[in-house]
């Protein structure tokens, strides 16, 4: 389909005084930044603002405003439904916006709202301080804090919106607003797993954590160790220290030194284990899995940022991710989880993927909301493949391991773990008994549903 055109009258009007750049079709600029990390995604819009600064997005969304122009927003852009990008409207891209401030003393990062995770975990390294981030650096950190943001820190330091202490977004109306917990509370609230459905943030400032070094622990065997290994890992896990994260999963075997040659781009089941901490105490720990006598071993200590870099997977595949929240993992879930990685679109980056929930995560506050921060497991099969004639199978796959576990599910869900499934997941994304509470908000922020790309909560 061909883009919307603006004439040049009104881009110029944009282009004024904008700090930032203003990209439209036909220039040269514009097929580059309208890519995002899922290649399944192919919207042309009609205007890209990269902005630099609050006042570019203020002046972008009254220009679509004015002119009636779809928005979407863009930090990371790593929305598996492609929500950064409209077709024929205006995307507000803060990629420009990407600086982190650490304040060491205060144990404080000040992020700006297009930044990665690799910006943030690169400049609290130096000061050996980190906050729960998402499992690669590539991910917007605005945009995952808002969704709740689940990451290898969480059983440890909880969601990373237990971390924000306060926010900075221009409104619908083009307003810049300031939420913290004494300053527009109910507000503050809402960002706390509400998404980007009350404006644009501009910037987060998140509360860092003491992370001098941390130990990552990879095992690989070949697939059909994969239902003891499960066990093993589920009865490890329930008793494990809050330091302790990871995760089971099955995956193609990577290139790499560790990797037996017979097992190199084959599937393998796998566990993570990490640990905030020193190698030793971290093998001790994980003594129970290294009994099980893995084909592949990798255990280091690594800086965090390094480790958030581990399953980075690269630009280009076209994906398709799900989850479902378990309240409990048993052998019949276990045998039915390990069943379906045979249908597994490989050889790919594809992963199915058991996460554990507990310690901060589960004992964080009550009141934001986020029903699925109760879950005990987490089943996320995470598609990624190259083929357009792959896309049916990948999707029924994802589709078929929620369907195998939904038996122990809990109803709710992570809302950044999934794309457009539909009003009922949205739903079961923020608890029914948050949802009138969070319209109110709406209501009060953008009452006209401005920003209503995204797991969107309607006005009133």
């Given at each position: 389909m061909a883009p919307r055109v603006l004439d040049d009258t009104a881009l110029d009007a944009l282009r004024s005084g904008f700090d930032?750049?203003?990209?439209?079709?036909g220039d040269p600029a514009y097929?580059?930044?309208?890519?995002?990390?899922n290649a399944m995604i192919d919207r042309r819009p009609a205007v890209v603002a990269l902005c630099a600064s609050a006042g570019d997005v203020a002046s972008a969304v009254g220009f679509a405003r004015e002119r009636e122009l779809e928005i979407a927003v863009r930090g990371g852009g790593h929305s598996v439904a492609g929500t950064s990008l409209t077709d024929g409207g205006l995307v507000v891209d803060l990629r420009r916006m990407h600086a982190v401030v650490v304040d060491p003393r205060a144990r404080?990062?000040?992020v700006?709202?297009?930044?990665?995770?690799s910006h943030l975990d690169r400049a609290a390294q130096p000061y050996d301080l980190a906050t729960t981030g998402g499992r690669v650096s590539t991910t917007g950190v605005c945009g995952f804090a808002l969704g709740g943001g689940s990451g290898w820190l969480e059983r440890g330091f909880g969601l990373a919106c237990d971390s924000m202490a306060e926010a900075e977004l221009i409104t619908a109306d083009g307003t810049m607003v300031h939420a913290a917990e004494d300053e527009n509370p109910e507000l503050f609230w809402a960002l706390h797993g509400g998404g980007g459905n009350f404006g644009v943030v501009t910037s987060l400032t998140l509360r860092l954590h003491p992370v001098p070094r941390m130990t990552a622990a990879l095992l690989l065997w070949p697939p059909e160790a994969g239902p003891e290994?499960?066990?093993?890992?589920?009865?490890?896990m329930e008793s494990a220290p809050p330091e302790v994260g990871g995760a089971m999963l099955y995956v193609t075997a990577p290139p790499e030194d560790f990797v037996p040659p017979h097992m190199v781009g084959t599937m393998a089941a796998a566990t993570l284990a990490t640990f905030i901490g020193q190698e030793e105490p971290a093998?001790?720990?994980?003594?129970?899995l290294l009994a099980l006598s893995p084909e592949g071993s990798m255990i280091a200590e690594l800086p965090y940022a390094e480790l958030q870099g581990m399953f980075d997977a690269p630009a280009g595949y076209r994906n398709h991710w799900s989850a479902e929240y378990l309240e409990s993992l048993p052998d019949e879930a276990v045998e039915r989880f390990c069943a379906r990685s045979r249908a597994m679109v490989v050889p790919s980056p594809s992963q199915q993927v058991l996460f554990p929930c507990g310690g901060a995560m589960t004992q964080g506050p009550d009141d934001y909301p986020l029903p699925w921060r109760r879950a005990a497991w987490v089943a996320h099969p995470f598609g990624l493949w190259e083929s357009p004639a792959?896309?049916?199978?990948?999707?029924?796959?994802?589709h078929d391991v929620r369907e195998d576990v939904k038996p122990w599910s809990i109803g709710a869900v992570y809302l950044n773990f999934i794309g457009d499934e539909g009003a009922g997941r949205v739903i079961a994304g923020f608890g029914a008994?948050?949802?009138s509470r969070l319209a109110r908000v709406k209501t009060e922020y953008d009452p006209d549903n401005v920003f209503r790309l995204n797991h969107n909560i309607e006005p009133g």
């Open positions: 930032g750049e203003v990209v439209a079709p097929e580059e930044n309208r890519t995002v990390f404080t990062a000040r700006g709202g297009g930044a990665l995770m290994l499960v066990r093993t890992y589920r009865d490890f093998r001790e720990l994980i003594a129970p792959d896309d049916g199978r990948g999707r029924q796959w994802a008994h948050n949802l």
